[in-house]
């Protein structure tokens, strides 16, 4: 099936710094690459959904300006956590759907886990 | 705005029994609704799709049926391994919005 990659797979950052997320899709082009969180025991949590050439749809309550969203190209999207702060500490993921449509199944990255000190 | 609900947040079961889990949604009426398994620590990972007009969907010892006059979609593992332990989620059509999702495990 088709592959997603996220990375960092983990990242330690001091409170205040920014740090990026990547995630590509290694085998198709995705124009719609979507993020979520989720906290220890929660479920995945939508934040916003990236879209190539234009600028990332936000879920309601998810801060814009905290969390940059960048879709470069149809293989990459990037999420920046920005000012980091000890309660941004969660689990990323991405996840890609092959082609335009908006049917069937989402390939998800492996996740990455960000650790505000 | 639809909203899906998996009732158990956990499920306890011993090898070798019927698993089955539960997704009931509402102010929807999806063309399709997808099931997915998320080990701990990783990213989910597709399992069944199945479509309004399918009853029933079986892949290996995974069956999924779908009832869109009760808004309910049913998964079960049958002859269940302690390696089916995982959280597993639902989701409506494309969309990218998942249930609570339902936390199994499996004893030996």
């Known amino acids: 099936g088709a592959v997603v990659s996220q990375h960092p797979s983990r990242v330690i950052c001091k409170s205040g710094t920014s740090v990026k997320i990547e995630c590509r899709s290694l085998?198709?082009?995705?124009?719609?690459m979507f993020w979520y969180r989720q906290f220890p025991k929660q479920s995945l949590m939508l934040m916003a959904t990236s879209n190539e050439g234009s600028k990332a749809t936000y879920e309601q309550g998810v801060e814009k300006d905290k969390f940059l969203i960048n879709h470069a190209s149809l293989t990459l999207s990037t999420l920046t956590v920005t000012s980091a702060h000890p309660e941004d500490s969660s689990f990323y993921i991405c996840?890609?759907?092959?082609?335009?449509?908006?049917?069937?199944?989402?390939?998800f990255g492996e996740g990455s886990r960000l650790t505000v000190l | 705005s639809q909203k899906i609900e998996q009732n158990s947040e956990a499920l306890n079961i011993q090898e070798g029994k019927t698993a089955t889990l539960t997704c009931n949604y509402t102010?929807?009426?999806?063309?399709?609704l997808q099931w997915y398994r998320q080990d701990p620590g990783r990213g989910p990972v597709f399992l069944l799709l199945?479509?309004?007009?399918?009853k029933e969907k079986r892949k290996e010892r995974l069956k999924v049926t779908f009832d869109t006059t009760l808004k309910q979609s049913l998964f079960h593992i049958t002859a269940s391994q302690p390696a089916d332990s995982a959280t597993y989620l639902c989701?409506?059509?494309?969309?990218?919005?998942f249930g609570a999702g339902t936390r199994l495990t499996v004893k030996p």
């Open positions: 102010n929807y009426s999806p063309a399709y």
């Open positions: 085998d198709f082009q995705a124009t719609t």
């Open positions: 989701a409506l059509e494309g969309d990218m919005r």
């Open positions: 996840s890609a759907r092959p082609g335009q449509g908006g049917t069937g199944e989402l390939f």
């Open positions: 199945i479509r309004e007009n399918e």
